[in-house]
């Protein structure tokens, strides 16, 4: 019967059981209280649709081969909290799922689904000394550069 019920959570979530945690909105002070949870109640929330994230780029993210632009959220030469940035784009956490990273040189680089066929690709420098100690999860942590793009197949 728990295996009917987690099977349903998924399917109403539009969710593959292989989907990753989604971060939390909780901003609570402990930085463990900020790390993604597996939680069915969250799942219930759902992905933006495409045409939402298709909304907060100013260009096409369909016709973006390449260096995708970033958008105009962190202007050059400045760094924000993640959540401050989602903040103003609107983004949810309790709304995106599959949480990757990935670094090169300095830079480390957060992804998360955020639409059946986007993601939400944020720029940290991980030699910044404002996220020392918290995780990459962590909606504190300073971000710089902040990417929508279209899903690896």
């Not at 945690?21 to 069915?40: G, V």
């Not at 969250?42 to 369909?62: C, N, S």
Request: charged residues 30%.
């Amino acid at each position: 019967m728990r295996t009917l019920a987690i099977i349903v959570i998924y399917l109403v979530a539009g969710c593959s059981p292989t989907t990753s945690d989604p971060a939390r909105a909780d901003l609570s002070e402990r930085s463990s209280d900020l790390a993604p949870r597996n939680d069915p109640a969250l799942m219930l929330i759902g992905l933006y649709t495409d045409e939402e994230i298709r909304e907060l780029a100013k260009f096409d993210i369909d016709k973006e081969s390449g260096d995708t632009p970033c958008l105009d959220v962190v202007p050059a030469g400045e760094s924000y909290p993640r959540a401050k940035v989602f903040k103003t784009l609107n983004i949810d956490d309790a709304r995106i799922r599959d949480f990757r990273h990935s670094g090169i040189n300095f830079v480390d680089f957060l992804t998360w689904q955020v639409s059946p066929s986007y993601d939400i690709c944020c720029m940290s420098a991980n030699n910044d000394r404002e996220n020392d100690g918290l995780e990459m999860t962590d909606p504190k942590r300073i971000v710089y550069g902040i990417r929508l793009v279209k899903r690896s197949k």
